[in-house]
Structures are given as C-alpha cells and as structure tokens.
C-alpha cells in the first residue's frame, strides 16, 4: 500500500469496461471486474485501505522522529 498515491473515486471506462485505476509511484494499475457492483466494493475498500494505511505510516514517522530525532533517514516521506 505504501507504492500507491492514489486510487480514482469514479469508475474509468478503459476499453469498454468500468475500471478501478490506481496510481502508482512508477506508472498506473488498472482493476477490472465483470460485476459492476463487485467492483464498487473492491474501489471502496482500496480507498479505506489506503487511508488506514497512510495514518498508520504517517504515526509511525512520528514515533521514529521522536524515539531517533526529526532528521531520522528512514522514516522521511511525504504523504
């Protein structure tokens, strides 16, 4: 989850089908699935798992910066 940067809120028709795209740091993936309401979920799920991840990364850089200082190499990432 943490090579993901952001994951469409609407549906995208790529080659006549609804897709979920999600952005990556090196390019785009492309989720597809036959059932329309299926792949609704999936994209809600993505999305909350994202953000539950991105808060739990975002905590622990805090924790280091204070365990290690501010200036820890390790945990320095912008969300």
């Not at 609804?18 to 990556?24: E, G, H, N, S, Y």
């Not at 993936?29 to 329309?36: A, I, S």
Request: proline share 1%; aromatic share 6%; hydrophobic share 35%.
């Amino acid at each position: 989850m943490d090579q993901i940067e952001e994951i469409n809120t609407d549906l995208i028709q790529v080659k006549n089908e609804q897709c979920i795209v999600l952005r990556t740091r090196d390019g785009k993936v492309v989720l597809t699935n036959p059932d329309e309401i299926g792949l609704k979920e999936w994209s809600a799920s993505l999305r909350s798992t994202l953000k539950c991840s991105h808060e739990l990364l975002s905590s622990l850089a805090k924790k280091a910066g204070k365990i290690y200082g501010k200036n820890a190499i390790f945990f320095q990432k912008k969300w």
